[in-house]
T-cell receptor
Framework: RKEVEQDPGPFNVPEGATVAFNCTYS??????FFWYRQDCRKEPKLLMS???SGNEDGRFTAQLNRASQYISLLIRDSKLSDSATYLC?????????FGAGTTVTVRA | DAGVIQSPRHEVTEMGQEVTLRCKPI?????LFWYRQTMMRGLELLIY????????DSGMPEDRFSAKMPNASFSTLKIQPSEPRDSAVYFC????????????FGAGTRLSVL
């Protein structure tokens, strides 16, 4: 079983729409959680950390459910520039484990 | 500030040749990671260095792969001999002391082995 499982999508949404997706992780001892963003043929970049209480960063809202081992990301008022692959990432000791990514395409 | 610097950005080589990928971490960072990304397997950790010492190389695929970190500002990943299945994007990342959960990635080296 993969350590982090994600719905690969793709999610194809119009500008201004809300899009949400999630991932699950297998190691209940995982210490911290993140969403990374990866643009086509570029390196992954940290989008935001994810906390159990839920947290927002502008139009982005992340949520963690430790009991269900489930992480979500919601993007409100989608922009063309949000088109990317979103990687769910789980940290344990020194190791980041990456999901395969969810592809989001925002169309005009 | 300069980020993680990798070279070359692209490498095309023939099967059997030696390939050396290079990485300069962010100054002051004491942890360095090498990853490989493929469509089939996603992003995988190959090796982790802390204070220039290899801590975990369990992700290195086989003996054809080796990595070194001779000093705090330079690391290499070598494949000898290279095979077509080694074709992938190789990323280097670094993190500051005590913050291994916050990793900064280089732009990657896109390797094609023909």
């Amino acid at each position: 079983r993969k350590e982090v499982e994600q719905d690969p999508g793709p999610f194809n949404v119009p500008e201004g729409a809300t899009v949400a997706f999630n991932c699950t992780y297998s190691n209940s001892a995982s210490q911290s959680f993140f969403w990374y963003r990866q643009d086509c043929r570029k390196e992954p970049k940290l989008l935001m950390s994810v906390y159990s209480s839920g947290n927002e960063d502008g139009r982005f809202t992340a949520q963690l459910n430790r009991a269900s081992q489930y992480i979500s990301l919601l993007i409100r008022d989608s922009k063309l520039s949000d088109s990317a692959t979103y990687l769910c990432v789980v940290y344990n000791d020194y190791k980041l484990s990456f999901g395969a990514g969810t592809t989001v395409t925002v169309r005009a | 500030d300069a980020g993680v610097i990798q070279s070359p950005r692209h490498e095309v080589t023939e099967m059997g040749q030696e390939v050396t990928l290079r990485c300069k971490p962010i100054s002051g960072h004491n942890s360095l990671f090498w990853y490989r990304q493929t469509m089939m397997r996603g992003l995988e950790l190959l090796i982790y260095f802390n204070n220039n010492v290899p801590i975990d190389d369990s992700g290195m695929p086989e003996d054809r792969f080796s990595a070194k970190m001779p000093n705090a500002s330079f690391s290499t990943l070598k494949i000898q001999p290279s095979e077509p299945r080694d074709s992938a994007v190789y990323f280097c990342a670094s993190s500051p002391r005590g913050r291994e959960n916050i990793q900064y990635f280089g732009a990657g080296t896109r390797l094609s082995v023909l």
